[in-house]
Nanobody, 128 residues
């Protein structure tokens, strides 16, 4: 069982930056591919970014590519999402998710159905 706790959300003006953190309780954090997803009011949850267990592979949604950076520190059991050049359309609840994958530490996952563990979410609000 893995528990995920997000932090770092808040309110920021358009063009600003935020860094989200997600702390995991996993014994061997590198066994988990990690992802960030978001859900805006009235919309379905969507993929934002993912990183492999080893940290060597990442993948981003087109809407955030070049503005967001996902990273992880396996020694601290934490994954980060650095968000820059924020836009009002980035307003959403941001969730981190974990997928156990002991056999391939280089894989990334964009499908939310692949993730077995989810955090409670953190609100990001970008004002114009």
């Amino acid at each position: 069982q893995v528990q995920l706790v997000e932090s770092g959300g808040g309110q920021v003006q358009a063009g600003g930056s935020l860094r989200l953190s997600c702390a995991a309780s996993a014994r061997t954090f590198s066994n988990y591919a990690m992802g960030w997803f978001r859900q805006a009011p009235g919309k379905e949850r969507e993929f934002v970014a993912t990183i492999s267990g080893s940290g060597d592979n990442t993948y981003y949604a087109d809407s955030v590519k070049g503005r967001f950076t996902i990273s992880r520190d396996n020694a601290k059991n934490t994954v980060y999402l650095q968000m820059t050049s924020l836009k009002p359309e980035d307003t959403a609840i941001y969730y981190c998710a974990a997928e156990w994958n002991y056999y391939d530490k280089h894989i990334v996952r964009t499908n939310q159905n692949a993730y077995g563990y989810w955090g409670q979410g953190t609100q990001v609000t970008v004002s114009s």
